[in-house]
């Protein structure tokens, strides 16, 4: 079974492979407003759309998500290996109380994807939310940033998120 339909097939009822991000934390420097230091300045959902992509091309394709996605999106080949979708503060929607502090994070394309970051102070740790719609569809949360992160962004998009990569 060597025809192009079989490795479609293949390709399709293989697993998906996802990885974590761990964002950068916002800093009160460079004029920014300083009550959103330690929120992530982004959240990258990304997987590979090819499972079998070996991993030192794996590796390569999810660095340059995270560290130069510019070059990334710029490259037509390099888009069709990765799904990825990329979510940025809306620095409006700040609010804090004595409870938490909380924003929300969009796409930068229409999306019915969002999602919410919070820190939790009675609770004393990081929790998100990813939304379709007023539908909640995960709720992630960690004492520690980089686990809260990681948790928050290893499933990868979606199946019907909308990619930056397309």
Not at 22 to 42: E, H, K, M, S, W
Not at 51 to 70: G, H, I, Q, S, W
Request: charged residues 30%; proline residues 5%; positive net charge.
């Amino acid at each position: 079974m060597t025809s192009e339909g079989a490795k479609k097939e293949k390709r399709a009822s293989s697993p998906v492979v996802s990885y974590g991000n761990l964002p950068r934390q916002i800093t009160c420097d460079n004029g920014v407003d300083c009550r959103l230091a330690d929120f992530p300045v982004n959240l990258l959902y990304s997987q590979l759309a090819d499972p079998e992509t070996d991993a030192v091309t794996a590796k390569f394709l999810l660095m340059m998500c995270a560290f130069d996605p510019a070059r990334l999106l710029a490259d037509k080949e390099l888009r069709k290996k990765v799904r990825a979708v990329w979510y940025y503060p809306d620095k409006a929607s700040y609010m804090e109380d004595e409870h938490m502090r909380q924003m929300h994070y969009t796409s930068r394309k229409p999306s019915a994807y969002s999602i919410t970051v919070t820190w939790n102070k009675h609770h004393d740790r990081w929790e998100t939310r990813k939304y379709k719609g007023g539908n909640l569809i995960r709720l992630s949360f960690g004492k520690d940033y980089r686990l809260a992160m990681w948790q928050t962004t290893h499933s990868g998009p979606q199946a019907d998120e909308t990619l930056d990569t397309e």
